[in-house]
C-alpha cells in the first residue's frame, strides 16, 4: 500500500495524540486502517460525503482536526476497554475487534464522544448548504425509517407515536428491546431523528390485525432472531412479536402482506436503542434502531454490557 509524503505526515502527527499502549507495535499500516476507518464513519454521516485519507491530510483540509480529535477519542475508549490497534481486524464484513476486558465508560469519555458527533454534525451542516444549493437530495443509507403515525411500545406502559416522541424532543427513552434468544429486556434509545423528508413507504400488515409503516429498507426482527428488510417481507413469514399487555412473553405473529403507498411521509427513527439496537413498536413487532455511528454503536453497546 502506498502512502503519500502528505498522509505520512498526518499519520504520524495523529499518532503524537494517541496513548502509547493502543499503537505501541502497531505498524503504520495498521493505524492508516484505524484512521481510514474513522473517515468512512464520518462519510456516513448525512449527507453521505467521500473523503478520503489522502484528501484530508492535504493543506488547510477544515475535516483534517475533526478526523485527528475522533482517532484520539475512539482509541481512547477502545485503550480503555483493554484494546490495542492489535486487537482490530478487517475483512468484507466489516471492523471486528477482540476484547478481553470491557470495562464502564467514565462520563468524561460520553461527553468526548457527543463533543466529536457535534463536530460532525456542524461539519456536515456546511456540507447540507452546499449540496442544497446545488441542488442535491439528502437520504441517510445508515438511517432506517418509520412512519410518523407509528406507536412505540415505552417501558411505563403508554404507547407513543414517533412523531409525537420527536415533537418532544424526548431524549434516553426507556422502552422494550429483544434479545436474539427472544429475551424481552429493557432498553433505552438516545433519541428520536427525523431521518428522511417525503420519502416512499410500504404498510406492513399483520394477521393480527396490526399494521405499522416503515421504509422498504427498514429491517423488521424475525422470530428466528435474524432481520429481514420490509420490501423482502412474504406472506406467513414469522415475526418477533411480544405480549403487549403482558409484556413477558412472545406470541405468534406472521406476516400478511406488504403494500407499497402512494403517498410520500417524513420519516422518523429511535437512535441507538441499547442494548441491542431494536426497539418494539405498539403493535408488539421488534425492529432494528439506526445508528449513529460504527465506532459509537461499539464502543456505547460494550460499555451498556460491561
Not at 464522544?113 to 460532525?120: A, C, N
Not at 427513527?269 to 442494548?275: F, G, Q
Request: net charge negative; hydrophobic share 40%; with cysteine.
Amino acid at each position: 500500500m502506498t502512502i503519500t509524503p502528505a498522509e505520512l505526515v498526518f499519520i504520524n502527527e495523529t499518532r503524537e495524540t494517541l496513548p502509547r499502549g493502543f499503537y505501541e507495535d502497531a505498524s503504520t499500516d495498521q493505524l492508516q486502517f484505524f484512521i481510514e476507518l474513522v473517515i468512512a464513519d464520518i462519510n456516513v454521516f448525512p449527507p453521505a460525503t467521500t473523503h478520503t485519507l489522502l484528501s484530508v491530510s492535504q493543506t488547510g483540509n477544515r475535516l483534517a482536526p475533526i478526523v485527528k480529535f475522533g482517532v484520539n477519542v475512539f482509541a481512547q475508549l477502545f485503550w480503555q476497554m483493554k484494546a490495542s490497534l492489535q486487537d482490530f481486524t478487517y475483512s468484507d464484513q466489516g471492523l471486528s475487534v477482540n476484547v478481553n476486558q470491557v470495562e464502564k465508560i467514565g462520563q468524561s469519555y460520553r461527553n468526548m464522544l457527543e463533543l466529536y458527533r457535534l463536530q460532525i454534525v456542524n461539519y456536515k451542516k456546511t456540507e447540507i448548504s452546499s449540496m442544497l444549493g446545488k441542488g442535491a437530495s439528502l437520504i441517510s443509507p445508515r438511517y432506517q425509517c418509520l412512519g410518523s403515525d407509528t406507536t412505540i411500545l415505552l417501558l411505563d406502559g403508554k404507547i407513543e407515536t414517533i412523531g409525537e416522541l420527536y415533537k418532544q424532543e424526548a431524549k434516553n427513552i426507556k422502552l422494550y428491546s429483544v434479545s436474539p434468544l427472544g429475551l424481552i429486556v429493557p432498553a433505552t434509545a438516545l433519541e428520536v431523528r427525523l431521518t428522511r423528508p417525503n420519502t416512499e413507504l410500504v404498510l406492513v400488515n399483520l394477521d393480527n390485525g396490526n399494521n405499522f409503516k416503515c421504509t422498504p429498507d427498514h429491517k423488521v426482527m424475525m422470530r428466528d432472531g435474524s432481520y429481514i428488510e420490509a420490501k423482502d417481507l412474504k406472506e406467513n413469514d414469522s415475526v418477533m412479536c411480544i405480549d403487549t399487555k403482558d409484556k413477558r412473553e412472545l406470541v405468534n405473529c406472521n406476516i400478511k402482506s406488504i403494500k407499497e403507498l402512494e403517498e410520500k411521509e417524513d420519516t422518523f427513527d429511535l437512535i441507538e436503542s441499547l442494548p441491542y439496537h431494536n426497539f418494539v413498536l405498539g403493535c408488539g413487532i421488534c425492529v432494528k434502531n439506526s445508528s449513529l455511528s460504527q465506532f459509537i454503536s461499539i464502543v456505547m453497546g460494550r460499555a451498556w454490557t460491561s
